[in-house]
């Protein structure tokens, strides 16, 4: 089925029928499974009958089991459930009724869906020899390769084949083929499901080993040597199979003439009837290409012999592993069966007991890891909850703290030594360069553009320098009009010795400077800077902080740099 079929959107009337049918197995896995399927054993039990509540009440006391303890109202609620499931209908059976408790008791009445029906036999089915080794019919296959060369025989025959004769052939061909292929993939899956186990002994080996050299031999030889003559039959028959079918139709609609008289009733025919049943059986024994979207490829007569070459090949594996026991690589699965059947039996004590014998497993001990000094935790908090320590990786794997194995080398980082002083210096003399560029640019910042190394060390002095400076306000502003406003700027300087710079700073009133450089233009309002050259004893070789220069000396400082 089509996921989309399947979960189709809200109002596709495919995805609802086909929610509504899956949800007809829901009885088999809810958690009163055994009170529904003792229930739906009673509505199997009979035909066409529609049940009361106390009708099913005393069936399942009859029949004893889960059902036989179920009460009126329970009972009530598990009809209604499997209802919604449409597992059951209820019933328009006519009530009569002496009293009105006989009516109350006898009003709801229920009976078997199709639906539920085949679930239910489905179910039994299973349950009923799941685990069980099916006997291929392979004495069918001699059958169906019969009735297919009766079946040609009379169609190619002239006047063509008589219609009540090929009917019966043709239901019995089907009967014969489906009850031959269902064995065969019953057999295979539970040779598969043994073959899957590793441990067995020696006697189940030497069982397994005959059934497989002679039985499922048997089974593909025989295959084998049917099917092309059943592929033969089928191709013969192919081209008159169309007006075979047509004339077993026009003898014998059946409930196919239902479909015609009402198109909204779905109608299930006898296999071989269609001609989608015959391109079945043609798939099973040729390889027509009809598989070539599915999960496997080729006919059924090919995938039998693969998973027969895959049955000898687990079956050498199960060698393999017997000659390994030999060595004492034996499997423990037997061992451990009965261990754990001496735990399912002894008291907690015991138990302790067998587990310390079995498995070397002690009380808990002391590992010597402290934990958290920031996290107390109460006495009467357990282990399963309470916070986890970690515990090195040593200590849990080994017990010791012991180091094991010789040190670790110590890293030679030679070469990132070198790289890293070799982009020091370039950063070095980078920043000598920008010193000159700056200084030789002094007086005329608004004529040149700068670089853009020359232009981060400017902002990088002009920073430190305003950081360093300090705002007061004169008493009167000076005869230069340099200060009209009565605030001036102290000490606004900085310097690096290293790069035998230093940058000034004083406040311009109306002036502004245009900084150009290849990142951009930056303009100081009211501010005049100027750069100068200073030898490594002037200062520190780092960005100087405030000093006691002067506001008013600042402006000499700058002609004399301009000059």
């Known amino acids: 089925m089509e996921g989309n079929e399947l979960h189709g959107e809200q109002g596709e009337e495919p995805g609802a029928g086909a929610w509504q049918r899956l949800s007809a197995y829901s009885y088999l896995s809810a958690p009163e499974r055994l009170e529904y399927i003792a229930v739906m054993r009673v509505f199997c039990g009979t035909l066409l009958a529609d049940l009361s509540i106390p009708d099913v009440l005393a069936k399942l006391s009859r029949a004893g089991g889960a059902g036989a303890v179920i009460d009126a109202e329970t009972l009530t609620a598990r009809l209604e459930q499997l209802v919604r499931w449409g597992n059951l209908l209820r019933s328009t059976h006519t009530v009569r009724a002496m009293s009105i408790a006989e009516y109350q008791r006898s009003r709801s009445r229920y009976q078997l869906t199709k639906l539920g029906e085949r679930v239910q036999r489905d179910a039994d089915e299973v349950l009923a020899g799941a685990d069980a080794a099916r006997e291929v019919s392979s004495e069918l296959l001699a059958l169906v390769d019969r009735g297919l060369r009766e079946i040609v025989a009379s169609a190619t025959a002239p006047g063509g084949a008589d219609p009540q004769q090929a009917l019966e052939r043709i239901s019995t061909l089907f009967v014969q083929f489906a009850e031959f292929a269902e064995s065969v993939r019953d057999f295979y899956a539970y040779l598969g499901q043994v073959l899957a186990r590793y441990d067995l002994d020696g006697a189940e080996y030497q069982g397994f080993k005959e059934l497989l050299l002679d039985y499922v031999e048997a089974i593909t030889e025989d295959v084998s040597f049917r ?49 989608a049943d015959w391109e079945g059986l043609r798939d099973w024994f040729t390889d027509t290409g009809g598989h070539e979207h599915g999960p496997l490829h080729g006919s059924q007569v090919d995938q039998l012999r693969d998973a027969t070459l895959r049955a000898l090949q687990s079956l050498l594996a199960n ?23 001496w735990f399912d039996a002894a008291e907690p004590a015991e138990a302790h007991d067998l587990a310390v014998a079995a498995f070397g497993l002690y009380g808990a001990r002391h590992l010597g890891v402290a934990p958290d000094p920031d996290q107390t935790v109460p006495a009467y908090v357990s282990w399963w909850t309470g916070p986890v320590v970690d515990v090195p990786v040593a200590l849990r794997e080994r017990g010791s703290r012991a180091p094991r194995g010789r040190a670790a080398a110590a890293e030679d980082h030679a070469e990132q030594k070198r790289r890293l002083m070799a982009a020091a210096r370039e950063e070095a003399e980078a920043r000598r360069a920008a010193a000159d560029e700056l200084r030789s640019a002094s007086g005329r910042f608004d004529q040149v553009r700068l670089g853009a190394p020359a232009m981060r060390l400017l902002l990088e002095l002009l920073t430190a320098a305003l950081g360093n400076a300090q705002l007061h306000k004169s008493d009167t502003g000076d005869q230069g009009g340099n200060a009209p406003d009565g605030f001036l700027l102290d000490g606004a300087h900085a310097s690096d010795a290293d790069l035998g710079i230093r940058l000034t700073a004083w406040r311009t009133p109306g002036r502004h400077t245009v900084l150009r450089s290849a990142d951009g233009d930056l303009t100081a309002d009211d501010l005049t800077l100027a750069v100068e050259h200073v030898s490594a004893v002037q200062g520190p070789s780092a960005v100087q902080g405030p000093s006691a220069v002067q506001s008013d000396s600042a402006p000499a400082a700058a002609e004399e740099a301009s000059a």
């Open 227 to 275: 099917a092309p003559r059943i592929a033969a039959h089928l191709d013969a028959l192919w081209p008159r199979l169309p007006e075979l079918l047509a004339r077993v139709d026009g003898h014998a609609a059946g409930i196919g003439a239902l479909a015609d008289g009402l198109p909204e009733t779905r109608v299930q025919r006898s296999r071989g009837r269609d001609l």
């Open 319 to 341: 060698a393999k592993r017997m000659l390994r026991s030999a060595s004492g690589e034996m499997s423990r699965r037997k061992d451990l069966l009965r261990l754990a059947a």
